[in-house]
T-cell receptor
Framework: DTGVSQNPRHKITKRGQNVTFRCDPISEHNRLYWYRQTLGQGPEFLTYFQNEAQLEKSRLLSDRFSAERPKGSFSTLEIQRTEQGDSAMYLC????????????FGNGTRLTVT | KNEVEQSPQNLTAQEGEFITINCSYSVGISALHWLQQHPGGGIVSLFMLSSGKKKHGRLIATINIQEKHSSLHITASHPRDSAVYICAVHNTDKLIFGTGTRLQVFP
């Protein structure tokens, strides 16, 4: 078990471009979460999956954001037409489905939109 | 007002000092997490608790469900404890995070 893996670690893109991030959770975990963290703030919930089903999306997730987990394993988060305000650390976490299972976090993908 | 409030926001200490970080929350929870985040961004879970007290090495976490308050204590602090400590509460199926406490421990 190598833990939760996120790629890329860093992404610099120009405003208006599309970007896609990938998260590989711990293999036995059926829940996968995406969070966004801006400088000096705690992480904010974006969305989560149980297996391949997307169960909840935050109001923070505008129409430009889409997340998928097609086979219930890895997940992708795509941002279309990036804006400077999208610059943040995007964190992925996974857990078992039982109510209070601890979350295991990846190291995040730091996005900079210029 | 944030649903999870931490204090202080920033904390500096000399090596060896006893550290306390506080967390108050206003929502119903099933569990509370204390997390540690180093400058590289990775988050490590320190404790998950729903009542009482837990201890791991030099770290102690307590929670008072009636008062909706938790504390994280670090005894005999060390420069390698320097990090951001984040309180997060389990509300339904997701975590709600505090803004974190940035701790710097100087030798």
């Amino acid at each position: 078990d190598t833990g939760v893996s996120q790629n890329p670690r860093h992404k610099i893109t120009k405003r208006g471009q599309n970007v896609t991030f990938r998260c590989d959770p711990i293999s036995e975990h059926n829940r996968l979460y995406w969070y966004r963290q801006t400088l000096g703030q705690g992480p904010e919930f974006l969305t989560y999956f149980q297996n391949e089903a997307q169960l909840e999306k935050s109001r923070l997730l505008s129409d430009r954001f889409s997340a998928e987990r097609p086979k219930g394993s890895f997940s992708t988060l795509e941002i279309q037409r990036t804006e400077q305000g999208d610059s943040a650390m995007y964190l992925c976490a996974s857990s078992f489905a039982q109510g209070n299972s601890p979350l295991h976090f990846g190291n995040g993908t730091r996005l900079t939109v210029t | 007002k944030n649903e999870v409030e931490q204090s202080p926001q920033n904390l500096t200490a000399q090596e060896g000092e006893f550290i306390t970080i506080n967390c108050s929350y206003s929502v119903g929870i099933s569990a509370l997490h204390w997390l540690q985040q180093h400058p590289g961004g990775g988050i490590v879970s320190l404790f998950m608790l729903s009542s009482g007290k837990k201890k791991h090495g030099r770290l102690i976490a307590t929670i008072n469900i009636q008062e909706k308050h938790s504390s994280l204590h670090i005894t005999a602090s060390h420069p390698r404890d320097s990090a951001v400590y984040i309180c997060a509460v389990h509300n339904t199926d997701k975590l709600i995070f505090g803004t974190g406490t940035r701790l710097q421990v100087f030798p």
